[in-house]
């Protein structure tokens, strides 16, 4: 079992930065990759970014050039820094966990999710 939980939410001025963070504890030896995805009311839940435990990454084309993940894997925590946020932004962020090896994309494989933290981002 992989345990997540998120922290870093809140509530910004568009324009504005947040960054959040997700630590993994648990058998954190069987991560291959960690992703943060997004649900904002009525829509489905969407990946943001992924990066797996050699430093590839992978985003979503319209967080691209805003949003960066990255990751420390001494402290098994994965970073999601988000600049020039949008009220469009605004969501419930997840972080979740994969352990299938060489997949980065595919939000089937990640099967290990934290309880999410709100971002709301006020226009």
């Known amino acids: 079992q992989v345990q997540l939980v998120e922290s870093g939410g809140g509530l910004v001025q568009a324009g504005g930065s947040l960054r959040l963070s997700c630590a993994a504890s648990?058998?954190?030896?069987?991560?291959?990759?960690m992703g943060w995805f997004r649900q904002a009311p009525g829509k489905d839940r969407d990946i943001v970014a992924a990066?797996?435990?050699?430093?590839?990454?992978y985003y979503a084309d319209s967080m691209k050039g805003r949003f960066t993940i990255s990751r420390d894997n001494a402290k098994n925590t994965v970073y999601l820094q988000m600049n020039s946020l949008k009220p469009e932004d605004t969501a419930v962020y997840y972080c979740?966990?994969?352990?299938?090896?060489?997949?980065?994309?595919?939000?089937?494989?990640?099967?290990?999710w934290g309880q999410g933290t709100q971002v709301t981002v006020s226009s």
């Open positions: 979740a966990a994969s352990s299938v090896i060489g997949v980065l994309a595919d939000p089937r494989v990640f099967r290990s």
């Open positions: 990066i797996n435990w050699s430093g590839n990454t």
């Open positions: 648990g058998r954190t030896f069987s991560i291959y990759a």
